[in-house]
């Protein structure tokens, strides 16, 4: 594969795109010219060989395309029956999405709290949040690292829930041999564009190995029918576009090769920022993908490191500033994950991606030495 050409000047962005697509851009281009000729933009041969490619890829039995990482989370749900009176134990540090799907079908979310060195739902603490009407357990690989599924899964065997697995940030990362997503009794992925598989607008993926819920998950995202105006259950308009499936199966078979370079990237940071004072830098390990690169700025001045960041040109951002647990429409839950509570005043996520020059690494880490050097 040609490498991207390889720039420090000017702004850093999180993630630059457009590297990627001349990578690919004959590629991309084919599978655009082909799918315009056809004729057939939405669902068709393009959607069932995404989703064939896909199943065997993550090594699960159905993979159901969808319009996007949400409505993968709401139709995994649902396929699963759950709804109105449930409780659903997740994590508070997570985007929106989460905790919205979860009261989109109309039950309740139940936040536990955090490990601090890994950012995931702790098991240890899910456990005592388990009532008579928990039904199952969402666990979020966040930034791309997997949960302790094996606590998580061993939880659900012994109280009869059901595990749905957040992927939308971990598309390729493994947990102890499998693909995260398959562990579980169904698994959702995003393909937003920023995603380790990234599509050119929205998409999503449910995938599972039961094929009832693999079944009634087609129906959902296809208004309830399995066949054309026999409309059996109130779905969703969500099917996956043509274009998109065409063109992310150009990118599918890259995904090892560019999270692997996710992984150099995530070291090449560690080397860099080691022993620099007031930073925690994540752990580097085989499953976790790097969705994102994130660190921890202590001392209680990572706001004014990342205005100096910003000023020397470099973009970061936070992921998550407010907790799920905290935000207004979750109010009346109450809050109570001090770990999360401590996390988002915290973190700070660096530039990261699979083409992501090292001089502009050494750019970062000298940037973010500084601003922590000059401020103590």
Known sequence: MPEAPATTAGP????????EVEVLWD???????????????????????????AAAYLGTRHAVGVNSGTDALVIALRALDIGEGDEVITTPFSFFATAEAIASVGATPVFVDVEEGTFNLDPALVEVAITPRTKAILPVHLYGRPVDMDAVMDLAANHGLKVVEDCAQSFGASWRGRKTGTIGHAGAFSFYPTKN?????????????????????????????ERRY????IGYNSRLDALQAALLRV??????????????????????????????????????????????????????VRERLARDGIATMVYYPLPQ???????????GCPVS????????????????????????????????TDGR
């Open 27 to 53: 590629e991309l281009a084919a599978a655009f010219e082909r799918v315009m000729r056809s004729g057939q933009f939405v669902g068709g041969p393009e959607v069932a060989a995404f989703e064939a490619e």
């Open 230 to 233: 026999e409309n059996v259950m």
């Open 197 to 225: 598989l990234g599509g050119f607008g929205d998409g999503g993926l449910v995938v599972t190995d039961d094929d009832e819920v693999a079944r009634t998950a087609r129906m959902l995202r296809d208004h309830g029918s």
């Open 325 to 335: 647990d905290r935000l207004p429409v979750f109010a009346r839950l109450g809050g």
């Open 251 to 304: 990118k599918l078979p890259r995904v090892d090769e560019w999270n692997e370079r996710r992984r150099l990237a995530a070291t090449r940071y560690g080397e860099l920022l080691d022993g620099v004072p007031s930073i925690v830098t994540p752990e580097v390990t085989p499953e976790h993908v790097f969705h994102q690169y994130t660190v921890r700025v202590l001392g209680g001045r990572r706001d004014a």
């Open 341 to 372: 509570d401590r996390l988002a005043q915290e973190v700070l996520s660096l530039p990261m991606g699979p083409l992501l020059a090292e001089e502009t690494q050494a750019r970062v880490a000298a940037s973010l030495a500084a601003a922590v």
């Open 12 to 19: 850093v962005r999180m993630l630059d795109l457009a590297p």
